[in-house]
């Protein structure tokens, strides 16, 4: 129940933030910066939707579940980013290159 309910949290922010990237994918230097802002806005409220759903949907999907484990799963995984994020920096050579 708990690993089911944490892999869950997972997917309420893999699934939106893939459906963000594929929307934006490839629109660069096609598009005006205000058309692009504009885009990126529209695509970003697509997520925000999609992971309320997600979430709102989990007690019909997953039966027996633990919120707890739902959130953690959601927070480690969004917090993902930064570490990865960090983790690049640190691994950076001083000039800059690598």
């Known amino acids: 129940m ?5 892999a869950y949290g997972m997917f309420a922010v893999v699934l939106p933030q ?5 929307g934006m ?5 096609r ?3 205000g058309a692009l802002l504009l ?3 529209l695509w970003e409220m697509v997520k925000i ?3 309320v759903a997600i979430l709102f ?15 953690a799963g959601l927070v480690v995984t969004m917090k993902a980013n ?4 960090a983790l690049r920096t640190a691994n950076r050579s001083p000039d800059g290159k690598g």
Not at 18 to 22: E, I, K, P, S
């Open 31 to 33: 598009w005006s910066p």
């Open 49 to 51: 939707a999609l992971t």
């Open 57 to 71: 949907s989990a007690v019909r999907v997953l039966g027996e579940m633990s919120w707890p484990a739902l959130m």
């Open 82 to 85: 930064w570490l990865v994020l």
């Open 39 to 41: 885009r990126f806005f």
């Open 25 to 29: 994918a490839g629109v660069q230097g």
């Open 18 to 22: 893939a459906l963000l990237v594929r």
């Open 2 to 6: 708990l690993a089911r309910s944490a």
